[in-house]
């Protein structure tokens, strides 16, 4: 909670990750999209796609920018599953602060990796996650698989 009342004084980590790529893990930009690793992950991999236009709501995208959140999601799919191979994905949008959204300013989506017997005690008894790879070797790893498929 700290965290999230934090981000009311802070800048739009989205907002910033348009100006700057390396500092705010952006893994790819688009035409109106951006994908970022989440710096408080759920589990490995996890990625936030944001329009590049600061919006709050799905309903405020404009037609282009709908279609390329999607295909921008798509894409972050096929790079995780190329570089990570997870078994499967959890991918959702959470919009307002009171359905979860820790950024409610700025639209975003969650894919989040998962993989068979990823769940342990660590969360359950210790009340935290162990993610096996640091953010910056991840964060090479995927840039590089990208700049790869272009």
Not at 43 to 51: E, M, S, V, Y
Request: charged share 20%; proline share 4%.
């Amino acid at each position: 909670m700290k965290y999230l009342r934090s981000l009311a004084q802070k800048k739009c980590i989205f907002c910033e990750g348009k100006r700057k790529k390396s500092a705010c893990r952006v893994v790819f930009k688009t035409e109106h999209s951006l994908c970022m690793l989440n710096i408080f992950p759920y589990n490995n991999g996890h990625c936030l796609i944001a329009p590049l236009r600061h919006v709050a709501d799905i309903t405020q995208l404009k037609d282009a920018e709908a279609l390329d959140l999607l295909k921008a999601v798509g894409n972050a799919k096929k790079l995780l599953q190329k570089t990570l191979k997870p078994h499967g994905y959890n991918i959702g949008i959470n919009i307002s602060g009171h359905a979860g959204a820790g950024i409610p300013g700025h639209l975003h989506v969650h894919i989040v990796p998962r993989w068979k017997g990823d769940t342990n005690f660590m969360p359950v008894v210790f009340d935290t996650k162990v993610v096996s790879q640091s953010l910056e070797e991840l964060h090479t790893q995927l840039t590089h698989a990208y700049a790869r498929s272009l």
